[in-house]
């Protein structure tokens, strides 16, 4: 008898459990992959830390072609899963098509804007980022020359250009920023051969400070940037470690944040767009002990500054995505 | 464009065409004995990841380099197995080739070193050192001579083994018995089978003699002209490499030409945001689409005629 007992309480118990897991959050990585120490990554260690909070538990899946975004997505809706979280800017489409059809699950898009009354769209402030990061690069470069690597060339990666050039020349107007792109198909973020090779023409050109806003393909420029001898600046995630002394700082885009609030709030998020600038500590800039040397405390003060201006409203960082163009070209 | 723009162009030039020159022999010596190869990508892919790979384990950037000669060679067998004895379709064989290489590496990668599908970067002995050729110290400071001899030195091993290798694979294609021989098979193998010379062993040779220089340039992209391996990071070379083959008419001089111009373009469109011709601002996606048009051009006939070899892409069955 006791063990019949037992046995139903404990199948009771996973009944139970099942219904719990059911309504388990999920994320949806972009192409590049879970572990891309960029964009992705950054979602993966806030659903990460998430996990060791609460000690809920999430599902995830990785996009492998631009094919399978609708597919994917409306099987995780689908299974239960709520809220689910979608990584990359080309995510719109899929969700305009994708929630509609299942109006009591949050979506929570990331990188763009979707206006349906389920999705909560997530954008960042870059350009932000970038200008601070772009002072931090002026501020350190001894050639006045200072250089740029972006991914695919699309408005997304543009902002970050344009953010960073304005940064770099409200410290120096007479500074000179070389921008490149790697190219116009999802490989431009898989490149780091031509990453390297973009790098390397740069310094050539005299630059000292090279940011890479490109993906995988940016850890080849932040490989050449240190086999030449001159510094360079990560994206999204901190990547200071990769080559300490030689990453002057990283600009830091808080998309683990967004994730982690988006988990921590569940089913029935709140929608709408939320923007994470400079004042939500959305976008930021990174110093740890890899680069405490290499970022002394008056450059430090001075972005600091701009940083309080900039959330006060009395800096003006222009969005390249606003008009598609830039001042400070 | 300056003196000293141009040369770090033809630089940067010269380390581009050596994974597209050591790809373009690869494809030229199969399909020259009549095996197409449009698993080039793959094999350069999987080659990459196991020479990163052994290279971080071990330290020693040559032990590195030998995996990635030898999971190449054997990707080249399993291309030969599936389209020499079992006779089956040579482009199928060569696709599922690149799926397997774009897959395995990943799933090996993460299993092995958890850093998402790459390898952990390498530093010291683990990568290519460049080589510096000599007198270029002493030169640096003559005019003229000195940057254009600068251009030459300076590279890893494995550039001036691609430029040796053209030279090798005229003088084995065009002055050789198994020349000879290979070149028969690609056209006649049914002449060749009269002669008493095995067809499928010829056959073999040439697609594991493939497997070595895709393995070598696989093995350079990752720890020569880069720090270690990352997913996918072949991005589209060996289609590069098979265009370059039939723009230079399956012939090895003119392939080390067609690489060159290939190479140029892609360093000049890294270098450059647009080009401006007479007035005309031209963009990098030109410069980048070039390799495709210029194939497409020899192909539809316009300069002179591309005729592959005659018995390429299909399996040979002996008479009864």
Not at chain 1, 2 to 24: M, Q, R, W, Y
Not at chain 1, 62 to 86: D, H, K, L
């Amino acid at each position: 008898m006791t063990i019949l007992k037992t046995l139903s309480a404990s199948v009771s118990a996973l009944a139970l459990g099942t219904g719990v897991a059911v309504a388990e959050p999920a994320l949806i990585f972009d192409l590049g992959g879970k572990f891309d120490k960029s964009f992705n990554e950054a979602a993966y260690n806030g659903a990460e830390r998430w996990k060791a909070e609460t000690g809920g538990d999430y599902r995830d899946i990785e996009m492998q072609s631009a094919a399978q975004r609708v597919q994917f997505t409306r099987r995780m809706a689908e299974s239960g899963a709520n809220p689910i979280v979608v990584l990359g800017f080309q995510n719109a489409p899929t969700l305009e098509e994708v929630a509609p059809d299942y109006p009591d699950t949050s979506f929570v898009l990331i990188d763009a804007v979707a206006d349906l009354p389920n999705v909560r769209s997530v954008i960042f402030a870059e350009h932000q980022g970038s200008y601070l990061v772009g002072m931090l690069a002026a501020m350190a470069s001894e050639s006045n020359t200072i250089s740029f690597v972006g991914g695919m060339e699309i408005p997304l990666i543009s902002a970050f250009a344009c953010g960073y050039a304005q940064g770099a020349k409200a410290v120096n107007p007479d500074m000179e920023v070389i921008v490149n792109y790697t190219g116009n198909t999802p490989d431009a973020w898989n490149d780091p051969v031509r990453g390297g090779e973009i790098a390397r023409g740069q310094v050539s050109q005299g630059s000292d400070v090279v940011f890479a806003a490109a993906g995988g393909t940016g850890l080849g420029v932040l490989q050449a940037a240190a086999d030449a001898g001159v510094y360079s600046i990560g994206v999204d995630s901190n990547q200071n470690y990769l080559h300490p002394g030689s990453v002057l700082t990283s600009m830091l885009k808080r998309v683990d944040q967004a994730v982690y609030d988006a988990f921590s709030e569940g089913p029935g998020l709140e929608t709408g767009i939320v923007t994470m600038d400079l004042s939500a500590n959305g976008v930021g800039y990174a110093v740890d002990d890899n680069n405490a040397e290499l970022i002394t405390a008056e450059m430090q003060a001075e972005v600091e500054a701009a940083r309080e201006a900039i959330i006060a409203g009395e800096t003006m960082v222009h969005d390249y995505r606003s008009d598609s163009t830039c001042p400070a070209f | 464009m300056d003196m000293a723009t141009f040369a770090q162009v033809l630089d940067s030039t010269l380390r581009l065409a050596t994974p597209l020159l050591f790809a373009c022999l690869a494809g030229l010596i199969s399909e020259r004995a009549g095996i197409f190869d449009i698993g080039l990508e793959g094999k350069m892919l999987a080659a990459a990841f196991l020479a990163a790979a052994i290279a971080f384990v071990s330290g020693n950037v040559w032990l590195g380099v030998l995996a990635g000669i030898a999971v190449s060679v054997c990707m080249s067998l399993i291309h030969g197995v599936a389209s020499i004895t079992f006779r089956g379709n040579q482009l199928i064989s060569g696709v599922a080739i690149n799926f397997l290489a774009a897959g395995i590496t990943v799933v090996i990668a993460q299993r092995w070193f958890q850093q998402g599908g790459r390898t952990p970067s390498l530093t010291g002995d683990a990568r290519m050192a460049p080589l510096e050729l000599p007198f270029a110290e002493a030169l640096a400071d003559v005019p003229v001579l000195g940057p254009v001899y600068g251009i030459f030195s300076g590279h890893a091993l494995l550039v001036y083994v691609a430029f040796l290798c053209v030279p090798a694979t005229w003088f084995l294609l065009f002055r050789t018995r198994f020349g000879l021989r290979l070149r028969a098979v690609g056209e006649n193998p049914a002449a060749v089978d009269t002669a008493g010379i095995s067809v499928i062993g010829m056959r073999y040779g040439a697609v594991a003699i493939c497997g070595v220089l895709c393995g070598l340039a696989g093995a350079y992209l990752s720890t020569g002209l880069s720090a270690g391996f990352v997913k996918d990071m072949s991005a589209g070379r060996g289609y590069i490499a098979l265009a370059a083959m039939i723009f230079a008419k399956w012939r090895p001089w003119h392939a080390m030409g067609a690489v060159l111009l290939f190479g140029l373009l892609e360093a000049v469109a890294n270098r450059f945001q647009s080009i401006e011709i007479m007035g005309l601002a031209l963009p990098i996606q030109v410069m980048q689409a070039l390799p495709y048009i210029l194939t497409v051009v020899i192909l539809a006939g316009f300069v002179g005629r591309a005729i592959p070899p005659r018995a390429g892409g299909s399996p040979y069955v002996k008479e009864h």
